[in-house]
T-cell receptor
Framework: DVKVTQSSRYLVKRTGEKVFLECVQD?????MFWYRQDPGLGLRLIYF???????EKGDIPEGYSVSREKKERFSLILESASTNQTSMYLC?????????????FGPGTRLTVL | GNSVTQMEGPVTLSEEAFLTINCTYT??????LFWYVQYPGEGLQLLLK?????DKGSNKGFEATYRKETTSFHLEKGSVQVSDSAVYFC???????????FGTGTRLQVFP
């Protein structure tokens, strides 16, 4: 079975802190994605990566950066956390597939910024 | 641009009732269509998918048919169970980038 793991299920940080969210997948997938999930807004794409050291902005990249140094690991970084970044963060991965492959999701990290 | 619209919830049903959750999409080209489900406290998991027009995806008693003429992918189940209570997301994929575009989600609550 495909497994996508995220470093924390719950995280509480203070405004201005630098926050790292880690995601690891074990299926040698090329694509990895970071989403945030907010009530009434569904899932919105923050960044995605289709190869090591490659990254592309999603729909809401402001205030975030990412790092992909190894194929299996994709990190989301909040350079200076703010209260409006309190949310559920979901990581996903899949094969390069012209849009046909299922994305596999991690369990999510619920981040609270105080 | 591409977008997905799904009915707002919550949808509240009694056990064994018939379920329909509507989903329509706007897309250029021929996207694949997906339904994902999120059980309480968990991440999303694929429920079913269809990759071309007239395909029917099915899983766990749920099914949805890719209707190009009406740009729809409605989710149906003949008899829901309490264990089906979850949030359901309709999504389409961009063939050029593999990105998923999600609807806002529909919460289903099934009571005994």
């Amino acid at each position: 079975d495909v497994k996508v793991t995220q470093s924390s299920r719950y995280l509480v940080k203070r405004t201005g802190e630098k926050v790292f969210l880690e995601c690891v997948q074990d299926m040698d997938h090329e694509n990895m994605f970071w989403y945030r999930q907010d009530p009434g807004l569904g899932l919105r794409l923050i960044y995605f990566s289709y190869d090591v050291k490659m990254k592309e902005k999603g729909d809401i990249p402001e205030g975030y950066s990412v790092s992909r140094e190894k194929k299996e690991r994709f990190s989301l970084i909040l350079e200076s956390a703010s209260t409006n970044q309190t949310s559920m963060y979901l990581c996903a991965s899949n094969q390069l597939s012209a849009g046909t492959d299922t994305q596999y999701f991690g369990p999510g990290t619920r981040l609270t910024v105080l | 641009g591409n977008s997905v619209t799904q009915m707002e919830g919550p949808v509240t049903l009694s056990e064994e009732a018939f379920l329909t959750i509507n989903c329509t999409y706007t897309a250029t080209g021929y996207p694949s269509l997906f339904w994902y489900v999120q059980y309480p406290g968990e991440g999303l998991q694929l429920l079913l998918k269809a990759t071309k027009a007239d395909d029917k995806g099915s899983n766990k008693g749920f099914e949805a048919t890719y209707r190009k003429e009406t740009t729809s992918f409605h989710l149906e189940k003949g008899s829901v169970q309490v264990s089906d209570s979850a949030v359901y997301f309709c999504a389409l994929s961009d063939r050029d980038t593999d990105k998923l575009i999600f609807g806002t989600g529909t919460r289903l609550q099934v009571f005994p």
